[in-house]
């Protein structure tokens, strides 16, 4: 059984910085694509960041790109995003995302696992 299991929210004044969490098992973790996503209140999952499986290449969505980082363990099966430079727009709640294959999506249906998700607040 897959699991996706998301740590590390929590509440953060505007400029502050936050590392989650995203502990894989039941899969193969180099053979999977990871990536974040967030949904805010009223709000469409939208894509933050991704990182491929085979040469560990990252994308990130242009309103966090240059203040989000995604990195991933193999030895962990673990998957991370450090986040700077925290902004109220930030507040969401960020799932952690699996996909098969060697390319690294944008989209959403792409991934084959979700997590439950963890909320990110930043208060202004």
């Known amino acids: 059984q897959v699991q996706l299991v998301e740590s590390g929210g929590g509440l953060v004044q505007a400029g502050g910085s936050l590392r989650l969490s995203c502990a894989a098992s039941g899969l193969t973790f180099s053979r999977f694509a990871m990536a974040w996503f967030r949904q805010a209140p009223g709000k469409e999952r939208e894509f933050v960041a991704t990182?491929?499986?085979?040469?560990?290449?990252?994308y990130y969505a242009d309103s966090v790109k240059g203040r989000f980082t995604i990195s991933r363990d193999g030895a962990e099966n673990a998957v991370y995003l450090q986040m700077n430079d925290l902004k109220p727009e930030d507040t969401a709640v960020y799932y952690c995302a699996a996909a098969r294959g060697i390319g690294a999506p944008v989209t959403s249906s792409f991934y084959n696992y979700w997590g439950q998700g963890t909320q990110v607040t930043v208060s202004s």
């Open positions: 990182i491929r499986r085979n040469d560990g290449s990252t």
